[in-house]
């Protein structure tokens, strides 16, 4: 791994004094330079052969490597907020459409099966895939925790299943021959650049010891940008240190125990600039220090430049002593940027979270009724030798939030968790299903799973056609029960030197009766016609991929079914014999939607299979006749709407 040459460079700071909610204080800023780590291109290896083969997950989260110890997942993605909220009264009251003429195309993405077989088997059993879409020049590409696929746009594949270790040019996740595990490589994104036809991919990799899996401190963004309109060729990446601790080039924010992380990484661009933003907590620790935003050149990154600079901006303290907490990033499709004020990138957040309050650790409130909306303006100065940005935002009010509930699942199949509790079945080890699995005699008392609703972060943000869009998830009475539903916000912004300031054009709910809708994403194109994705899960759906047309002024229309879900979610993160109790069923942790020309591309995590026990028992063990990985059953619908 490269090491980074610093080039500290000035930044004009702009303090602006505190206007009613609203006050910003762009600090801690600073530019250094980053060298190109060399090339790539998406070639996929030989699949794996079905079946367990531990272990099933990170050596440094499981310590028996004869079976799973308890793993909850909190190394990324992590969430301060527990429990959840009242929900919202209002008229978030939806309906299930009678058709789907809006559907121009359908087919199933990726799927834990694929990613647990890709590169020879050399793969950990991963939940959840965390979804990244991005479509252009005929093709979509889709990236998910921890593969990477292009697809022609009628669903037909244009590569293989590629590894994300592999196409980042690092040893496989984990060598099935030599027993030795490569860097955690998590949260990806994708975006496709109009003006420069190039395809920006973004993932957040973590250091390991290769012997014996353990975090070493360091870790980078790691940027991998396309070198043609073609993404099936080269690409070039770059790797940028985030553990903020003062090495590699990194300022240090004195993250707890030692080395900061640059988790949930998420992905916008303007004219000017290509952004990443983190929320950066303690690696070793609990402690939450604040958003982290990362700007670039875009010019830079799409030409393929031997180093580039970035701009690295500090939100702690930045919300009237309070810090951000996932500042979303805004895409735009097309050219669709704002120009003003020497060009202007967005970025939305919500301040519901224990992470947007004092020090990020203490209880907050699990409600809000505020969003931020930030400008960073001046991003034309990115592409000289000293960017010169300012970050301003404004406080909305708007209609309450809070935390939402788990979301229950209609009834169905669930093979792994029954082989856990199976005691009777005749195995080669001695009577049981669970034998199979090496877990230890568990309980045998698991359940059909709730699944994670999510908290009140700030989802997938897009600028089209003079403003903003964004959504959340939020606890939402519907019909008087307490379900996950969505807030969703059309903004209308306005920047100016000193500050930005915004009206809220439209804000408003959208629930379905017996059933949850999570994770939003919202893609609108140029002219401003918008769609949002979302999973439906509930007493009447299996985990289904789901949309709703969106309209700025109207608001959220019916809710559409793109794909039912045909059994339910039954993954390892849903059963304590694998992480303990209570266990937390992980879910989407994103979706995403992707503009291109009048179409709007959706990517929702579902359930594109079902069987019995059974089945799942049957040889090869677990896959279910090919369908499923043995210790998850996730998978992604891909799905063009056309508004």
């Known amino acids: 791994m490269q090491r980074t040459t610093v080039r500290w460079l000035g930044v004009v700071v702009v303090l ?21 780590a060399g090339s790539t291109s998406p070639v996929s290896g030989p699949s794996g052969v079905d079946g367990l083969a531990w272990p099933e997950f990170p050596l440094g989260e499981d310590s028996d490597e004869q079976g ?103 040893p496989a996740q984990f060598d099935r021959t030599t027993q030795l595990e490569g860097p955690f490589v998590t949260d990806p994104s994708c975006y496709f650049d109009a003006p420069t036809q190039r395809w920006f991919h973004v993932v957040l990799t973590l250091d390991v010891d290769p012997e014996t899996g353990a975090f070493l ?30 090495t590699d080039g990194t300022p ?18 303007d004219a000017n600039g290509f952004y990443v933003t983190t929320n950066e907590y303690s690696l070793f620790g609990t402690d939450f220090h604040g958003a982290q935003i990362y700007a670039f050149s875009k010019a830079a990154l799409a ?12 939100t702690h303290g930045l919300d009237n002593g309070n810090s951000g907490f996932t500042v979303w990033p805004a895409q735009s499709p097309g050219t669709s940027y ?29 409600t809000s009724n505020q969003l931020l909306v930030w400008a960073l303006t001046n991003t034309s100065s990115l592409a000289g030798g000293s960017p010169a940005v300012a970050l301003s935002h404004d406080t909305l009010t708007v209609g309450p939030y809070a935390i939402p509930p788990k979301s229950e699942q209609k009834p169905g199949d669930f093979p792994l968790g029954q082989c856990i509790n199976d005691t009777t079945m005749p195995t080669p080890f001695g009577p049981g299903c669970w034998q199979f699995l090496f877990v230890g005699e568990p309980p045998h008392d698991e359940v059909e799973s709730h699944l994670d609703s999510n908290d009140t972060r700030m989802q997938q943000v897009t600028y089209a056609n003079g403003l903003l869009w964004g959504a959340l998830d939020t606890a939402l009475t519907v019909s008087g029960v307490n379900k996950a539903g969505i807030e969703y916000f059309v903004v209308k912004p306005n920047p100016s030197p000193k500050q930005v300031k915004t009206k809220l054009q439209l804000s408003g709910y959208l629930g379905l009766d017996n059933n949850n809708l999570t994770y939003p994403a919202i893609g609108v194109t140029s002219s401003g016609r ?76 579902y359930i594109g299979q079902t069987c019995t026990l059974a089945e799942y028992a049957s040889a090869p063990f677990g896959s279910c006749g090919g369908t499923r990985a043995a210790l998850a059953n996730w998978g992604t619908r891909v799905s063009k709407v056309t508004p």
Request: proline share 6%; charged share 15%; aromatic share 8%.
């Open 303 to 314: 030409s393929g430049a031997a180093s580039v600079d970035v701009t690295q901006i500090d």
């Open 16 to 36: 602006v004094a505190a206007m009613g909610l609203s006050a910003s204080v762009a600090t801690g800023a600073g530019s250094r330079q980053i060298p190109s």
């Open 68 to 170: 799973p110890a308890p793993f909850n997942g909190t190394i990324v993605n992590r969430a301060h907020s527990h429990g959840n909220g009242n929900g919202h009264g209002g008229n978030g009251h939806g309906k299930k459409a009678g058709s789907n003429p809006e559907l121009q195309a359908s087919f199933d993405g990726l799927n834990a099966r694929q990613q647990r077989l890709a590169n020879g088997g050399n793969q950990f059993t991963v939940e959840p895939p965390d979804q990244g879409l991005c479509v252009g020049n005929g093709f979509v590409v889709e990236s998910v925790n921890d593969v990477f696929r292009v697809f022609h746009q009628d669903g037909s594949p244009a590569t293989g299943v590629v590894d994300l270790n592999t196409f980042y040019g690092y």
């Open 530 to 605: 918008a769609v949002m994705a979302f999973t439906v899960v509930g007493n009447d759906y299996y985990p289904s991929a789901g949309y709703a047309g969106i309209d700025a002024k109207a608001g959220a229309g019916d809710v559409h079914v793109a794909a039912p879900g045909l059994g339910p979610s039954d993954g390892f993160t849903s059963y304590k014999a694998f992480v303990g109790s209570p266990p937390r069923t992980r879910w989407g942790d994103y979706g995403a939607a992707a503009a291109d020309g009048n179409s709007i591309w959706i990517a929702s995590e």
């Open 217 to 246: 401190g360091s870790n980078h963004i790691d940027i991998a940008v396309s070198q043609t309109a073609d993404p099936t060729g080269s690409w070039t990446i770059y790797r940028v240190p985030v553990q903020d601790d003062g």
């Open 252 to 269: 240090n924010h004195g993250c707890g125990l030692g080395p900061c992380i640059g988790d949930y990484p998420h992905i916008g661009a």
């Open 338 to 366: 704002d120009s003003s004020l020497g060009g202007t990138e967005y970025f939305m957040s919500s301040n519901a979270a224990d992470e947007a309050h004092g020090d990020g650790t203490t209880p907050g409130p699990g």
